[in-house]
């Protein structure tokens, strides 16, 4: 069992930065891809950002939006720069017990409780 806590979240002006956090529990942390996912109002929850061996981000972000791992501390980071208002969402950490980043968000095992990020214009 994976327990994930997201932090970081927050209201900032567009063309600002938030950094996320998402630490997990267990002790087979590195043996996950992980990921992050966002849900604006009235939207399906979408994929941003995958990590594993490799990174791969959704075409919205990339550019923008960095993932990285520290396997020590359990815990994984979304640094997000150039923040745009419809990057407004609550965004998810979510870990998969496969190797290789993972895009589809019904692969996944465990899922944060989630974090807003608001953006104003």
């Known amino acids: 069992q994976v327990q994930l806590v997201e932090s970081g979240g927050g209201l900032v002006q567009a063309g600002g930065s938030l950094r996320l956090s998402c630490g997990a529990s267990?002790?087979?942390?590195?043996?996950?891809?992980m990921g992050w996912f966002r849900q604006a109002p009235g939207k399906e929850r979408e994929f941003v950002a995958g990590?594993?061996?490799?990174?791969y981000y959704a075409d919205s972000v990339k550019g923008r939006f960095t993932i990285s791992r520290d396997n020590a501390k359990n815990t994984v980071y979304l640094q997000m720069n150039s923040l745009k208002p419809e990057d407004t969402a609550v965004y998810y950490c979510?870990?998969?017990?496969?190797?290789?980043?993972?895009?589809?968000?019904?692969?996944?095992?465990?899922w944060g409780q989630g974090t807003q990020v608001t953006v104003s214009s």
């Open positions: 979510a870990a998969a017990r496969l190797v290789g980043v993972v895009v589809a968000k019904d692969r996944y095992d465990y």
């Open positions: 267990g002790r087979t942390f590195s043996n996950y891809a």
């Open positions: 990590i594993s061996w490799n990174t």
